[in-house]
């Protein structure tokens, strides 16, 4: 398991820095540190659950976090509305559902 973090700034002006961890070739958690929403390193890695997670080198190669963490500063960058990445939907059948059900509402909508 590999995670990395990338630090950027929301239209507001808020800095945020958000954690990324792949597992089996998808993205498999997500854990954000804004003012709003505390969420440190530290207690990212501890959610993760397991010791031998380690700091993705970034910029090696054109793994899945490489291109995640592209994808997320592109966002910051207000490039990007739409991410293409493979994600790992955990919980119950239910809670599955909704956070598939989530990925349809389309950027800048709530619903």
Request: charged letters at 25%.
């Amino acid at each position: 398991m590999y995670w990395t973090s990338v630090t950027g700034q929301l239209l507001g002006g808020e800095r945020v820095t958000v954690y990324l961890a792949e597992w089996d070739g998808q993205i498999w958690r997500v854990g954000m540190n804004a003012d709003g929403h505390p969420c440190s390193e530290d207690e990212f890695l501890w959610r993760l659950g397991d010791p031998r997670a380690e700091r993705w080198p970034e910029g090696v190669g054109t793994g899945l976090l490489d291109a995640a963490a592209l994808q997320v500063e592109d966002y910051f960058a207000g490039r990007q509305i739409h991410f293409d990445l493979p994600l790992a939907f955990d919980g119950t059948t239910f809670q599955q559902n909704v956070w598939k059900a989530l990925t349809r509402i389309p950027f800048g909508e709530t619903r």
